[in-house]
């Protein structure tokens, strides 16, 4: 119940401020050059056209808040030394970093 109430805080803090820091780039007017659009159509190969920049905001600060919620849960109730948490939270947030660019380069390739 303990690791529940962590990562419930954990998530809605960080996603208060990816959030504020969504806002902030929308109102200085650089969300159409924002590293996950770049990485999107570079990487993955999605068309521009096809993406809102808005809503792929929106997205990764939901996808970004869920990622880091689910690590430091995970991490923090691991019973290992510090630097195998350490080595094994990265290994899993790298997974899921490329997993959530995958599955959403992959629903915008297919989106008409």
Same mark, same amino acid.
């Given at each position: 119940?303990?690791?529940?109430?962590?990562?419930?805080?954990?998530?809605?803090?960080?996603?208060?401020?990816?959030l504020a820091?969504?806002?902030?780039?929308?109102? *200085?007017?650089?969300?159409?050059?924002?590293?996950?659009? $770049?990485? $999107?159509?570079? *990487?993955?190969?999605?068309?521009?056209?096809?993406?809102?920049?808005?809503?792929?905001?929106?997205l990764?600060?939901?996808?970004y +808040?869920?990622?880091?919620?689910?690590?430091?849960?995970?991490?923090?109730?691991?019973?290992? +030394?510090?630097?195998? *948490? $350490?080595?094994?939270?990265?290994?899993?947030?790298?997974?899921?970093?490329f +997993?959530?660019?995958?599955?959403?380069?992959?629903?915008?390739?297919?989106?008409?």
């Amino acid at each position: 119940m303990e690791n529940l109430f962590i990562f419930l805080i954990t998530f809605v803090v960080v996603f208060l401020v990816m959030l504020a820091l969504h806002y902030k780039k929308k109102k *200085r007017g650089e969300l159409k050059n924002s590293k996950e659009i $770049l990485i $999107l159509h570079h *990487r993955f190969k999605v068309d521009k056209k096809k993406i809102n920049p808005e809503t792929v905001g929106l997205l990764f600060c939901l996808i970004y +808040s869920l990622i880091i919620a689910v690590v430091g849960t995970i991490a923090g109730t691991i019973d290992f +030394s510090y630097a195998w *948490r $350490l080595l094994i939270a990265f290994a899993l947030m790298m997974a899921l970093m490329f +997993s959530a660019y995958g599955l959403t380069a992959l629903y915008y390739k297919r989106k008409k």
